[in-house]
């Protein structure tokens, strides 16, 4: 046994010896300090971007579609580019999402001028929300607005009282204040019934009722868009929706005795949040874009990145999501975001 032992040991030393002093392997091997120091280690481009403590992470969402407006889904991180203020930032994360929960606040106008088409609203609305909504994953609440913003249903995946809560909206009704959510008074008060205050339900919708509910935030707007009696302007109804990461969809429904449609605030409001705005003339184009709508919800992408201006001066950032030479695809989002502010 001790000879064995003997024997193994002089073969190891051995074969050391001609490793050790090989001249090829010598020639090879480079001393530390001689190492090309700007080679990076193979997989370093496949790591995640650290992260720093206390950084504002951005997310957006968003989807892609192309002339045909047919939905691009099979996108990867590296086909796309994202751009802060025209600058670029590296993302962090990036991942199609089609089962994040979704919260909707349907946004229903009784002013005198949707008298003849508030049924067909009505009815588009609940064949929506019964084809959109999954049980105990996906919420949905019912709001009426004139002059006031009002609480028809409080959010539920319940389908019937959805339903019911849909076919009780009349023109000029009055239910309980949306503004009583929280505690906090109606946002604009008053009696002239038959006034429209559009900016101010969206600001009420995004700032006291959306806000404290999770996922996808997403108000449906039906309106023929007529404005002629809210607080706040257009641009202040928008920049909220911006601060509580609300998509608004809008489908502009007006009669032509009461002055048409102003498509122009419906088209802004939508997209300057990364929604869409239709014009229905019937109902069956206003079952096609509730279809629509569906579809964009269940065909996002979602990215964050952490941005490269570290200024915590509570200023507006623009946003711009490419998909790199690619200039014949339609990417739709939010237009920016609000930095965190120093406390």
Sequence with gaps: MKRLKFYILAVVIVAFSVVSFNPVTAQEQKP?????????????????????????????????????NRYINDLAKDDIEVFEDNKPQRIFSFERQTDLPITIAMLIDISGSQEYTLPYEVAAGQRFLRRVLRPNKDIAAVVSFEQESV???????????????????????????????????????????????????????????????????????????????????????????????????????GDPIHGGIDSGALKRVA????????FPRNEEDLDKAFALIDEDLRSQYILTYEPANEAKDGSFRTIQIRVKNRKDLTVRHRRGYFAQKES
């Design 32 to 68: 530390p300090a001689q190492q090309d120091k700007n080679k990076k280690p193979p997989d370093e481009e496949d790591q995640e971007p650290a992260i720093k403590l206390g950084a504002q992470l951005v997310t957006a969402h968003f989807n892609v579609t192309d002339k045909t």
């Design 151 to 253: 609480l028809v249903q409080d959010f539920t995946s319940n389908i019937e009282k959805l339903r019911r809560a849909l076919d009780d909206v009349r023109v000029s009704v009055q239910p309980r204040a949306i503004g009583g959510v929280g505690g906090t008074p109606p946002i604009n008060g008053g009696s002239n019934v038959g006034a429209t205050a559009m900016y101010d339900s969206i600001y009420a919708a995004s700032s006291e009722l959306l806000a404290r509910e999770a996922g996808r935030r997403v108000i449906i707007l039906l309106t023929d868009g007529a404005d002629n009696a809210s607080r706040v302007k257009q641009r202040e109804a928008i920049e909220r929706t911006w601060r509580k990461e609300v998509i608004v969809y809008s489908i502009g429904i």
């Design 271 to 278: 997209s300057e949040t990364g929604g869409r705005a239709f």
